[in-house]
Structures are given as C-alpha cells and as structure tokens.
C-alpha cells in the first residue's frame, strides 16, 4: 500500500510537469482508450474468452469465481474486498516479484488490455465493466501461480517464478514480447489489444513450457525443468476436458439424430470454423 501511495504521488507530480506537446498526446491517447473500451462495454466475457484455458482445465474452480466478478462489477467495494483478500494470499509478494498481469507492477499494471487509461476508471459505467473484466482473469493468474507453486517444496526461485508468471499471463490472454515490450506499450496505444493476439499465437505453440529455455537461468533445467513439466501437464488436463467436451456434443448428436443446422461442429482443418459449435 505504501508503494501504491509513492507511485500515485509520483505520477501526480509527473503529470503536473508535464509539456504542452506530451499533454495533447497524453489526451489524444485517452481519448482512443475510451474508444476501446466503449467497443467493449458490458463484454463481461472475459471468464469464457481470455480465460478458457483455466475454465478448461480447472471448471470447478473456475466457476467459483464467478461471483466475484458480479459482484466487483456492479460494486467498487465488493471489488477492493477481493482485492484485498487476493493481497492477503502468501504468495501475493511473489505475484509482484514475477510480474503478474493484471496486478502492481505487471506489464499492463492494475488493468487489461480493453480497459486502458485514466477516463476509464473515471467513469462509472467504463469502471464497472472493467472491474467485472478484470476480476476473473486476476484471480484465474494467481490461481494458476499457486497451482504450480505448490508442487514445489519450497516457494519458487526468481527463475522459477518468472516461468510460472509468464504461463499464467499468456494463457489469460497477455503475451510476452520480452525485448519488443516498449513496442507492445505503444502498440497497446493504438491498435486494439497487441498482446491478446500475441497469446494466442504463443499458446498454440507451446511457449509457456519453452519460454526462457535458452537463457542463463532457462539452461538450468534442474531449477525450472519440475515447473515445465507441469505446465505440459495443464496442456494434457486442457486437451483431455476439450476432447471431452467435443466426444459429449459429438454423442449428443447422433444419439438426438440432430442435422447441422440444429448442431453443427467445425472441423475442417482448412477453415476458420474449426472448433466451433453452433
């Protein structure tokens, strides 16, 4: 809290300094921030888009944080109470150390990707949405944090952290651009959401379990090799609940003699509709 309070005056005295030039810029930018979000105002479906990796593999806890996001999006004190209680886990210093999005400190701070800027949480109805968009995919990383935490002996190391951080972050939709980070920032400023895009892509091709594996703390196996291993774990439980899923509608098809037009399931491998249901 005492650094909440330090960055807040910081940026107050920041933004008092500020040039002529970096105020138009700074307002134009806030201006397409309100843009963004009013696209996605009252999209509360963050817990089933951003967030399906964790719904997949983990429904029960998953659902349980349902209202939670009720409840944060249509109150602003129901939101600090689960703030709060999120704070008072006892691996919430290691959530900042490793840069959890969504979270002081993580590559987007205390907001998502659809709801940047100050307007936003300015205005009631921007707020709430954002609040209730933000809940679940928060608590479904430090969930995620713990999950893999636990099947250590002792809490992670700074190299172990890091990989866990990144595999709770890309697969709730936050993408690692490493390097290219101050380019995902001014990206972010302009284009819709850069690093939900990037996720998708880095979740397809595995790399949360491979991320790193070529630098000076990546080559140390030993240290971090317990937590891939348990990443491509939670790959196998997300791909046995979807092959689940898919044999139950597959079943309920031809059992209901049920034609496309009452059911239908892409999958052609060539078109976009792969995977959906309708």
């Avoid at 999950?147 to 709730?172: C, D, H, M, R, Y």
């Avoid at 317990?226 to 044999?247: D, H, N, P, T």
């Amino acid at each position: 809290k005492a650094k909440k309070a330090e960055a807040a005056v910081i940026e107050t005295i920041r933004r008092k300094n500020r040039t002529i030039p970096v105020k138009v810029w700074e307002s134009a930018k806030e201006l397409l921030y309100l843009h963004r979000a009013w696209r996605t105002l009252g999209d509360w479906s963050a817990f089933l888009y951003q967030n399906l990796f964790y719904v997949a593999g983990h429904p029960i806890a998953a659902v349980k944080t349902l209202p939670e996001m009720y409840k944060s999006g249509f109150s602003k004190k129901q939101d600090f109470l689960a703030e709060e209680r999120l704070e008072a886990r006892p691996l919430y210093p290691l959530y900042i150390r490793d840069k959890i999005a969504g979270l002081e400190g993580g590559v987007l701070g205390t907001q998502e990707e659809m709801f940047l800027g100050n307007l936003v949480d300015k205005i009631p109805v921007f707020a709430a949405s954002a609040r209730a968009y933000r809940r679940p995919l928060v608590t479904a990383r430090a969930n995620l944090y713990d999950i893999l935490a636990t099947t250590l002996s002792e809490p992670p190391t700074k190299a172990q952290g890091t990989v866990i951080a990144n595999f709770a972050n890309v697969v709730t939709g936050v993408g690692n651009l490493g390097p290219l980070e101050l380019v995902a920032k001014a990206a972010a400023d302009v284009f819709f959401a850069p690093r939900l895009l990037v996720s998708a892509f880095q979740l397809a091709t595995g790399q949360p379990i491979w991320t790193g594996i070529l630098s000076k703390e990546g080559l140390n196996l030993k240290e971090t090799g317990k937590i891939r291993k348990q990443i491509a774990l939670e790959y196998a439980r997300v791909l046995g609940s979807a092959s689940a899923f898919y044999i139950a509608l597959a079943m309920a098809k031809a059992g209901f003699d049920l034609d496309d037009d009452e059911l239908k399931i892409g999958t052609s491998l060539t078109e976009s509709e792969l995977g959906k249901v309708r």
